[in-house]
């Protein structure tokens, strides 16, 4: 009975009870999606990592090559020579080295040249078909399959790069030989292929870049030839992207990567170091819309407080009537207490509705460029939200509440 009488008493002023509500909306879906995006960010980036200890590719920034070598967000720095890695991925202080070699998408999803050892170490098991074993076969990530409709048996042409209009190398086709399971990590937006894909795809453009430097330099030479180089020349250099590197000891973590740097064309990169700065980064901004979403929260609190406490002064002789038809002090008191707890949970419904509205919006641009993909299910952190906006508009309430409960019903009905 008491409630119906503090919805009655929301009801009667819609204007103040709007502007009640969308103040609590704006805060509650600023601070939802903060700990939706928060969150979930956190999760894949951790899933992404799978113990990887050093990243190694080439010299550029650091944070892009972490970016794109275990995030795949960002474009590679380079690449590097395969001989000048492969003394430090034999390296007794190596536990498992992966390589990893770029250079087509498809659909706007990365190809990737790798080995099985990628598979088994982002977890990944095969829904339908076999893990690849000869150049240009391929196996589609789950998020891969399910957006462009690949499966077992199709064919595929990569583009070089990623752009829309990226040229097409219509004479490599790939072809799909398995499909891999939802994995919760970066294996579901990549294709994963050998390395030798990669090679024998960019090893004709490669090929030609290096007979035409050769011409030019038989041709600044009086095309004198050199048949004991010919062989040497013809023959492009093996280059991968970057590795991802797994090591025995933590100590191995910290002496290993100086040893690279100091000494080779070559960095090594610790991925958590780089990530924990981007995350520092972005907690700037966090914390700054956080402290937004608690200001719209406290201006919503005080115009709840304004407003139960000019009721209860216009309402003075329908309490001291509610008083003598029965109802104690402390139902009273429970009356602007009910009805800021109505105005909170209204604004936290339509808060949850705006940020999934925002956090749509968010997925579209994300999706579009970075295949990102942020889920909308409610999450149980958002139950603290909750707990925060019937907590600020309680405490909103405990002094109208407190007048209302010490109304004099003498006085007040003389009136």
């Known amino acids: ?3 119906r009488v503090a919805w009655a008493s929301v009801t009667r002023r819609p204007l103040t009870t709007i502007l009640c509500v969308l103040l609590i909306t704006f ?4 601070t939802s999606l903060l700990l939706l995006v928060n969150q979930q960010m956190e999760q894949k980036f951790a899933n992404d990592l799978a113990g990887t ?3 190694l590719g080439a010299k550029g920034s650091p944070l892009q090559l972490v970016l794109s070598a275990v995030y795949h967000l960002d474009a590679p720095t380079g690449n590097i020579s395969l001989a000048e890695a492969a003394p430090y991925l034999e390296s007794p202080l190596v536990k498992q080295a992966i390589p990893l070699a770029y250079g087509d998408t498809y659909a706007g999803y990365r190809i990737l040249g790798t080995t099985a050892d990628f598979l088994d170490k982002y977890g990944g098991t095969l829904a339908s078909g076999r893990v690849f074993t000869e150049p240009m076969e391929v196996v589609v990530g789950a998020e891969v399959a399910q957006q462009t409709g690949l499966k077992v048996g199709d064919t595929l042409l990569g583009a070089h790069g990623e752009t829309a209009d990226a040229d097409v190398h219509a004479d490599h086709p790939y072809t799909v030989v398995g499909i891999v399971g939802h994995a ?3 294996l579901d ?3 994963l292929t050998p390395v030798a894909s990669v090679w024998e795809v960019h090893g004709e453009h490669a090929h030609e870049h290096g007979d035409e430097e050769q011409g030019e330099h038989a041709h600044e030479h009086g095309d004198e030839e050199h048949p004991e180089h010919e062989a040497h020349a013809n023959e492009p250099e093996e280059e991968i992207t970057a590795v991802l590197l797994t090591l025995h000891s933590k100590r191995s973590v910290l002496t290993l990567p100086r040893v690279i740097n100091q000494n080779t064309r070559m960095q090594a990169v610790l991925p958590a170091l780089e990530i924990n700065r981007l995350f520092y980064l972005l907690g700037i901004g966090t914390d700054a819309l956080r402290l937004l979403g ?7 609190s005080i115009s709840i407080f304004m407003a139960l406490l000019d ?3 216009e309402r003075k002789h329908e309490l001291a009537i509610l008083r003598v038809t029965g109802y104690s002090r402390f139902q009273l008191f429970l009356l602007p ?3 800021a707890g109505l105005l909170a949970l209204l604004g936290y419904v339509f808060g949850l509705l705006l940020s999934r509205a925002m956090l749509w919006w968010v997925n579209f641009r994300a999706a579009a460029d970075f295949k990102l993909i942020f889920s909308q299910t409610w999450q149980g952190n958002e139950v603290f939200v909750l707990l925060g906006t019937i907590a600020l508009a309680v405490m909103a309430a405990l002094f109208p509440a407190w007048r209302a409960m010490r109304v004099d019903v003498v006085a007040a009905l003389r009136r």
């Open 294 to 300: 608690g200001g719209i929260m406290l201006v919503a």
């Open 189 to 191: 937006r990549l294709l």
């Open 337 to 339: 207490v009910i009805e």
């Open 184 to 186: 919760g990590n970066a």
């Open 311 to 313: 009721r209860m002064r």
């Open 1 to 3: 009975m008491i409630t």
């Open 53 to 55: 200890d050093l990243v």
């Open 27 to 30: 805060g509650t879906s600023i």
